[in-house]
């Protein structure tokens, strides 16, 4: 059975996520709220947690996860960013936005596009997840909380524990986040291009 926390969604208790990061340094999954969408989540070098989270969304070694970072320090460890992509991304983040870049040699190759060397990277807007990597201190490798089979992530918090419960070490009820997933940007084009609308405002992206 998972353990189960309530967190506020605008004031953290520190407690409570020194607990969360505790679980995931220990290679815990959990099910935590974002900007976007609940996610599944687990620590980057953990290939036992990431088996788990296939399982649970029933995806093969070709899905694409998600690194979601504290902030474009971080993402500089992980993606190779050159000066316009970096004056993109600062006036997105943090926000419910998923860019796909060009890897570095710290992304696990089982992580990457097989062809493109590529991965998505974001950076919420919450202070849950704020204060999460803050202190796990390093980035949380994420997928949407959507159960094989279903059109749209799961959202209401019964239903979440009552699917997760068993699958999960640990659920972060961080009240209601919706279910519109992020905005994803392509930034290996040029220009960069959006490949999924979502939350995020695409204005920046028009003709």
């Known amino acids: 059975m998972a353990d189960y926390l309530e967190i506020h969604p605008r004031n953290p208790q520190p407690r409570l996520i020194s607990r969360a990061a505790e679980v995931l340094g220990a290679g815990g999954v959990i099910v935590y709220p974002t900007d976007s969408c609940y996610a599944l989540g687990c620590?980057?070098?953990e290939k036992s947690a990431l088996d788990r989270i296939r399982m649970i969304r029933r995806v093969d070694d070709k899905h694409h996860?998600?690194?979601?970072?504290?902030?474009?320090?971080?993402?500089?460890?992980?993606?190779r960013i050159d000066n316009v992509a970096y004056r993109l991304l600062k006036s997105l983040t943090p926000g419910p936005?998923?860019?796909?870049?060009?890897?570095?040699?710290?992304?696990?190759?089982?992580?990457?596009?097989?062809?493109?060397?590529?991965?998505?990277i974001r950076v919420p807007d919450t202070p849950i997840v704020r204060d999460l990597l803050a202190a796990l201190d390093q980035p949380i490798l994420s997928t949407t909380l959507i159960l094989p089979g279903a059109e749209e992530?799961?959202?209401?918090?019964?239903?979440?524990?009552?699917?997760?419960?068993?699958?999960?070490?640990?659920?972060?009820?961080?009240?209601?986040?919706?279910?519109?997933?992020?905005?994803?940007?392509?930034?290996?084009?040029?220009?960069?291009?959006?490949?999924?609308?979502?939350?995020?405002?695409?204005?920046?992206?028009?003709?």
Not at 169 to 197: A, K, N, Y
């Open 153 to 207: 992530p799961l959202a209401d918090l019964l239903d979440i524990r009552d699917h997760m419960d068993h699958c999960v070490d640990l659920i972060i009820d961080g009240g209601s986040c919706g279910t519109e997933p992020t905005t994803v940007v392509d930034m290996t084009s040029e220009p960069p291009t959006v490949l999924r609308h979502g939350r995020g405002d695409t204005s920046l992206f028009d003709d």
């Open 43 to 45: 620590r980057i070098g």
């Open 97 to 120: 936005y998923t860019f796909i870049v060009q890897a570095t040699k710290q992304v696990p190759r089982r992580l990457l596009h097989p062809k493109r060397r590529a991965i998505g």
């Open 65 to 79: 996860f998600t690194l979601v970072c504290r902030d474009l320090s971080e993402i500089a460890t992980y993606a």
